[in-house]
């Protein structure tokens, strides 16, 4: 699946799409990106309100 994901990305990208649907299809995968990094960021975050912070010694 990734060998066909990267033929037919590169490739495709050449010969299917035109230069501003390629632009468009780009531009959509970065937006997607920065989404999931907000998200994994935002995540990471709210895990520091589970972490218990007791530093005494049982």
Do not use: Q, R
């Amino acid at each position: 699946m990734v060998v066909a994901g990267l033929i037919i990305g590169n490739k495709g990208k050449t010969h299917a799409m035109s230069d501003i649907t390629a632009e468009y299809v780009d531009k959509f995968w970065e937006l997607i990106d920065e989404i999931c990094n907000t998200i994994l960021f935002v995540l990471m975050g709210l895990e520091i309100f589970l972490v218990p912070f007791d530093l005494t010694i049982y």
